[in-house]
C-alpha cells in the first residue's frame, strides 16, 4: 500500500469514527408557538392579600426546537427564546382558563404590566430575551420526564426542573408540564406594595403546553 493511500484510508477511518453523531435517529422538531402556551403563574400574599390579584403572565413571542430520538428520549435535546418585552399580563382569556376572577380592569394591567417589564422586575429594556437550553432528560415513568435545564432570565442563568408528559403521534410532539422556581434566585424580589402588606410569593409556575412538528 502506498503512503497516499494508506493516509486517505486513515482519514476515512477517523472521520467514520468520530464526525457522524452517534445517534444518527434524532430528528429536530420545531415548536409551533401558534399551538403551544407558555405562562408563568404569580401568586399573592401578605395580610392584605385579600385585596390583591393573583396574575398570569403569557409568552407570545418564541421560537425553540427539540433534538429527539424516540427510541432515546432520555437523550433528547431542547432550547427556548422567548421575548421578554412580549410577554403580556392578565388577559382575560387566559385568567380564565386558570379559574382566576375578571375584576381586573384595563388601567389595572396596564400599570401590572409596566410593572412587571420595570427596572425592579425583568427590566425587559436591558434584557430582551429569556432563554432555557436543556441539560438532563430523566424518566420519571413511561411517558412522564423531568427536564432540567438552564434557565437564563434578567442575565441570570440557573437551573431549573419541569416534570412534562410527553407524547410523540405522526411526527408531532406534545409535552405538557409544570415547574417552579423562586424570583429572587434571579436578582430581582417579587412585586411588593404598602410595605409588604400586597405582594406576590417568590416562588412562581412555569406552566408549559409545547406542540412541536418534526422539520
Not at 10 to 31: D, E, R
Request: glycine letters at 6%; hydrophobic letters at 40%.
Amino acid at each position: 500500500m502506498t503512503p497516499r493511500r494508506f493516509l486517505w484510508g486513515f482519514l476515512c477511518g477517523l472521520l467514520a469514527t468520530n464526525v457522524v453523531p452517534q445517534n444518527v435517529h434524532a430528528a429536530q422538531y420545531v415548536i409551533d408557538p401558534a399551538r403551544s402556551t407558555l405562562v408563568i403563574q404569580l401568586f399573592k400574599t401578605g395580610v392584605g392579600a385579600a385585596l390583591a390579584h393573583d396574575h398570569v403572565v403569557r409568552a407570545t413571542n418564541y421560537n425553540g426546537q427539540i433534538q429527539l430520538d424516540p427510541t432515546a428520549p432520555t437523550a433528547a435535546q431542547i432550547v427556548v427564546e422567548v421575548d421578554a418585552a412580549a410577554l403580556v399580563v392578565d388577559e382575560p382569556e387566559t385568567r380564565r382558563k386558570y379559574d382566576l376572577s375578571l375584576g381586573l380592569s384595563d388601567e389595572n394591567r396596564r400599570e401590572i404590566q409596566q410593572t412587571l417589564e420595570s427596572e425592579g422586575q425583568l427590566y425587559v429594556r436591558r434584557y430582551p430575551k429569556i432563554r432555557f437550553r436543556s441539560t438532563r432528560v430523566t424518566l420519571e415513568r413511561e411517558g412522564r420526564y423531568t427536564v432540567t435545564g438552564e434557565l437564563e432570565l434578567r442575565g441570570v442563568t440557573r437551573l431549573v426542573s419541569l416534570s412534562l408528559q410527553a407524547e410523540l403521534q405522526n411526527e408531532v410532539l406534545r409535552g405538557k408540564g409544570s415547574g417552579r422556581f423562586l424570583q429572587s434566585s434571579f436578582g430581582y424580589q417579587p412585586y411588593s406594595a404598602f410595605l409588604g402588606a400586597v405582594r406576590n410569593q417568590d416562588e412562581v409556575v412555569l406552566q408549559v403546553d409545547i406542540i412541536a412538528v418534526r422539520r
